[in-house]
């Protein structure tokens, strides 16, 4: 039987996946501010993974028949020194995600609850996935610097980033 502990948290990480969409988003628009259109779809993009990640945690909580139950989202942050330091804020941002699913982890084992750490073992996974693309975005951006034509042909390249969630793992 799923604890109440661990029902609070599961919540609290769906509201923490709504929050990282509404963070995205205001990267997103930080980036359309600087005429950067390919930087503010990566990050359009991102936040649509991100409430897809929330809609996986909403639809386990309903389906192990818990009360789902949404929390406030605190004000985003808007401003940004430059591409660098957006991308640093987002990263830091992925690092305390990833502190927070494996405290749940830590709470579903410590309860011995099988089918949840089966479920959040694919959240383990994403995060390892997410912190990787920020890193690398990051050291690129570190060796580009202001090159304005490497900073454009980085902006191209993300444009084309879309996103698809994954047939077997549909948050439906």
């Known amino acids: 039987m799923i604890g109440q502990r661990l029902i609070d948290e599961l919540n609290k990480q769906l509201t923490r996946e709504l929050e990282s969409a509404h963070t995205y988003i205001a990267i997103s628009a930080y980036f359309h501010s600087e005429d950067l259109p390919g930087f503010a779809n990566f990050f359009m993009v991102q936040s649509d ?4 990640h929330a809609m996986k945690i909403f639809n386990y909580i309903n389906q192990i028949n818990e009360r ?3 929390g ?3 004000a985003p942050k808007n401003d940004f020194s430059s591409i660098l330091d957006a991308f640093n804020h987002a990263f830091e941002h992925e690092k305390a995600l990833t502190t927070k699913i494996y405290n749940l982890m830590d709470i579903a084992a410590e309860e011995r609850e099988y089918a949840t ?5 694919w959240f383990v996974d994403e995060q390892i996935e997410e912190q990787d693309l920020f890193n690398g975005i990051i050291k690129k951006l570190e060796r580009i610097q202001n090159d304005p034509a490497a ?3 980085l902006d191209s390249q993300l444009a084309q980033r879309a996103f698809t969630p994954p047939a077997a793992d549909s948050a439906e």
Do not use: Q
Request: proline residues 0%.
């Open 117 to 121: 750490i089966s479920f959040l073992k």
């Open 72 to 74: 406030g989202i605190e």
């Open 68 to 70: 789902i139950k949404i």
């Open 151 to 153: 900073i454009y042909m």
């Open 49 to 52: 993974e991100e409430r897809f």
